[in-house]
């Protein structure tokens, strides 16, 4: 009888790299998190040093949910109903940490992400129909992100609107060449040192904003909505905060970047990435809730319910509070922007390899869906009115990532001892059946008014 990696002294992890490459090509980052992991699921390293190597994908998935639509449809939610919406971006929140979860589970489980899954296991013309609308989705996501950074330059510098996207697109060739060039740790280090700057430049805006504690417990407890402008706002909310190009690109993250070569070690792996996810999402969800809580403190507080667009936020901002509160603005702004746009690069180039076992230079893929957002830019569309419209096309990508996803994570054949609770299958099913509800209902008042 074979012996069990743990019996033998073996390794627990198993490690991903081509049998024809020598250990000396593997990049020292990569390797040290190998090395690490393996001494933590040793129980060698405990605490935070013990959680390290397992901390990344969760933080590279959150910012996809604090990119530049969660600003304009965050800010529009503030200024004009005040802390009302705050139980939509908690709910939605919550809703993330079950959806990422799942993801991160699904690479963990079977070594494979969600789109090579749904390969396998769909007929070939419905994996190409997911495909096809998941690319949709992602030159919606890069029309938001682009732009989102663009406005950060064109606030923090003065820089023209085109100029700045072109700029912003050279930005992001850069991040991404961090991963090409020095290895996926780096990427994650640059990503996780955005979302702080996201994450400082809100608080501090909170603060100068001095908001209301007891109207922020009310929008967090009481569910409620005002009129059907209200719920289009918050369908709005649930498309920037739930995104579906992350829901694919998690699995993929997790699927080969560290692997236990048997069930123990694969439920603590799970566990680890669990925890990962916890922290980012609650990181994002404190965000999110942050834009909400600035414009209603500064802005739905003196009566001023019609500021949506971004130059709007900013001058009132700098007006209102100070020239300190609009530069955090616009630096936060820019900083979602640069690395939103390098995470929904990477999405799409899991979305074509898993679903049609393709894929094309990350670079050439930059290339391909910057120029539909530089064509908007170019145009001269409201670029605050894009972002929002953005974020209701995503809402529209997502359940044809949950479903799937749902779908696999409830397979014992599949999944083995990661399968999903009956509890958390059935919390999985009502969140699509929500989702699928409330965009139904945006179908109808956007088509039929």
């Known amino acids: 009888m074979a012996k069990s990696p743990e019996a033998d002294g073996g390794p627990l992890v198993a490690h991903h790299r081509d049998p024809d490459v020598p250990v000396e090509a593997v990049l020292p980052g990569e390797a040290r998190v190998a090395e690490a992991a393996e001494r933590s699921l040793r129980s060698e390293a405990g605490g935070l040093r013990g959680l390290w190597p397992f901390l990344g994908p969760a933080f590279v998935a959150a910012v996809a949910?604090?990119?530049?639509?969660?600003?304009?449809?965050?800010?529009?939610?503030?200024?004009?109903?005040?802390?009302?919406?705050?139980?939509?971006?908690?709910?939605?929140?919550?809703?993330?940490?079950l959806i990422q979860t799942m993801s991160a589970k699904l690479g963990i489980a079977t070594g494979m992400n969600l789109p090579e899954v749904c390969r396998q296991r769909f007929p070939r013309p419905v994996s190409i129909l997911l495909w096809i609308q998941a690319e949709l989705i992602a030159m919606a996501t890069d029309l938001a992100e682009v732009i989102g950074a663009a406005l950060g330059l064109n606030l923090l510098f003065g820089i023209p609107l085109f100029p700045a996207a072109v700029i912003a697109g050279a930005f992001s060739f850069g991040i991404l060449a961090l991963q090409t060039y020095g290895g996926f740790r780096r990427l994650e280090a640059v990503i996780v040192g955005f979302v702080g700057?996201?994450?400082?430049?809100?608080?501090?805006?909170?603060?100068?904003?001095?908001?209301?504690?007891?109207?922020?417990?009310?929008?967090?407890?009481?569910?409620?909505?005002?009129?059907?402008?209200?719920?289009?706002?918050?369908?709005?909310?649930?498309?920037?905060?739930?995104?579906?190009?992350?829901?694919?690109?998690?699995?993929?993250?997790?699927?080969?970047?560290?692997?236990?070569?048997?069930?123990?070690?694969?439920?603590?792996?799970?566990?680890?990435?669990?925890?990962?996810?916890?922290?980012?999402?609650?990181?994002?969800?404190?965000?999110?809730?942050?834009?909400?809580?600035?414009?209603?403190?500064?802005?739905?507080?003196r009566g001023l319910t019609g500021v949506q667009d971004i130059d709007q936020v900013s001058d009132g901002l700098r007006d209102i509070v100070g020239q300190h509160a609009s530069l955090a603005f616009g630096i936060a702004l820019l900083a979602s922007g640069l690395s939103a746009t390098s995470v929904g690069t990477l999405a799409g180039q899991v979305v074509m390899q898993g679903f049609i076992r393709r894929r094309i230079p990350v670079f050439a893929r930059r290339a391909v869906t910057l120029a539909p957002a530089l064509l908007i830019v170019a145009i001269g569309v409201n670029p605050s009115q894009a972002l929002v419209w953005s974020q209701v096309a995503l809402s529209f990508g997502i359940p044809f990532a949950l479903i799937p996803l749902v779908m696999f994570c409830s397979s014992r054949g599949l999944m083995g001892n990661l399968v999903n609770r009956r509890a958390t299958t059935g919390a999985a099913v009502v969140v699509v059946a929500l989702i699928v509800c409330l965009n139904a209902f945006l179908l109808h008042q956007t088509l039929l008014g």
């Open 65 to 97: 949910y604090v990119d530049p639509g969660n600003f304009a449809t965050n800010v529009a939610a503030g200024s004009r109903y005040g802390y009302m919406l705050l139980w939509v971006v908690l709910a939605s929140n919550l809703m993330a940490m």
């Open 197 to 301: 700057m996201i994450l400082v430049g809100f608080a501090v805006q909170v603060a100068l904003a001095e908001p209301s504690g007891s109207g922020v417990l009310e929008g967090l407890a009481t569910p409620r909505f005002d009129g059907g402008d209200s719920v289009m706002l918050a369908v709005g909310i649930l498309g920037a905060t739930v995104m579906p190009h992350v829901i694919y690109l998690h699995s993929a993250l997790t699927q080969r970047r560290i692997t236990g070569r048997d069930d123990r070690a694969r439920l603590r792996i799970f566990r680890f990435e669990r925890t990962d996810v916890i922290i980012a999402m609650l990181i994002a969800g404190a965000v999110n809730m942050s834009m909400i809580v600035m414009a209603a403190g500064v802005f739905h507080s």
